[in-house]
């Protein structure tokens, strides 16, 4: 597989060839396709840690030769550690929840040392078997440098509120207001860029708490309710059956360990 050529004779190519045996095969045509797809950084970690996959904008990120160097190494041993203290805490958030990082709006220092602006994704993997295998990723250059008055930079300040604030009864004003924009600015920005408005950003933090505290606390649904910002019990849940497809109490059920 392109994405993961290893040098036969390095000392350390049967630990690494055991973990790319690890590799699901239904992702190896993912792999290929995002192998040379430029300004899209794509990266598969084991649950352990290890990487197990990369393309070659990963490995130019990471500061390697090719994509062979990325894998059975971790983020310590490739970032810098404010980032990758901040890319392990998201692996372990949706390794140990199952829900996915979607569009996360972040700055990320390109192989120019420039900085810019992507957007992350990332999904947990799992084996054959339903065990969790580790962590699929990708993140997207906005191609927008990081500047005071970019718009992403803004867009960011926005979204960090909602991220604070969802819990309280924010109005899309007060995102505005953040970012320094108008609601219609902040609106055309937010579809633009996340794909969805500032009300359903909102509505997505309030969601995902909601998620998080059903799989790993014992609260009643009401008090889950309250906490994440819904007027009542009857509001959470006809949000939660109308994005989730099930009440909160099934998915409670079906999904604590």
Known sequence: MRVVEIDQRRPDVRRRGILVAMLDRSLEAVTEVLATTPHVMFCIKAATGEYLAANQAFADRAGVAGAGDVVGRTASDLFPAEFAERYDAQDRAVVETGHMLTNELEFITRPDRTIGWFLTSKSRWTDADGEVAGVVSVSVDLRTHVDADAPHARLAAAVEVAR??????????????????????????????????????????????????????????????????????????????????????????????
């Open 164 to 257: 604070r604030r969802f819990a309280e009864p924010i109005e899309v004003a007060d995102l505005a207001d953040a970012a320094e924009m108008s609601v219609a600015q902040l609106e055309r920005s937010a579809r633009r860029v996340l794909g969805l408005g500032p009300k359903q950003l909102v509505m997505r933090f309030r969601l995902e708490e909601g998620l998080r505290l059903l799989t790993t606390t014992d609260l009643p649904i009401a008090d889950v309710a309250h906490r994440c910002g819904y007027y009542d019990q009857s509001a959470f849940s006809r949000h939660f059956r109308k994005v989730v497809g099930s009440s909160p109490a099934a998915y409670r059920t079906a999904h604590r360990p």
